[in-house]
């Protein structure tokens, strides 16, 4: 199983930036892909989810502001990040399960295999 993270840069608070997670070798539509980010000196934190069956999930940080999807036929989800702030700075890594609980898809070990992770850099 390989997950590329790619869509990362640096923007103005209030700006927008869609990450890309692409999946390869694997059946990607059973899989349950996350998102969570780690600023420097901070422990990684879930940011959001989606289920192998469209269910979403978002951390109180970035509900509203943030949307995952998904689009089984590239293998690939995407998290569209609207109004950021400086608080979203960090690498933003996905990953990928296929035997996620719902009651675990918030946390980092329920997850087997992680992409390279994305840079997303907001100023003020």
């Known amino acids: 199983v390989q997950l590329q993270a790619s869509g990362g840069g640096s923007v103005q608070a209030g700006g927008s930036l869609r990450l890309s997670c692409a999946a390869s070798?694997?059946?990607?539509?059973?899989?349950?892909i996350a998102w969570f980010r780690q600023a420097p000196g901070q422990e990684r934190e879930f940011v959001a989810v989606?289920?192998?069956?469209?269910?979403?999930s978002y951390a109180d940080s970035v509900k509203g502001r943030f949307t995952i999807s998904r689009d089984n036929a590239k293998n690939t989800v995407y998290l569209q990040m609207n109004s950021l702030t400086p608080e979203d700075t960090a690498v933003y890594y996905c990953?990928?399960?296929?035997?996620?609980?719902?009651?675990?898809?918030?946390?980092?070990?329920?997850?087997?295999?992680w992409g390279q992770g994305t840079q997303v850099t907001v100023s003020s």
């Open positions: 989606i289920r192998y069956n469209g269910h979403t």
């Open positions: 990953a990928a399960d296929d035997g996620v609980i719902m009651s675990s898809m918030n946390r980092a070990g329920a997850y087997d295999h």
């Open positions: 070798g694997l059946t990607f539509r059973r899989y349950t």
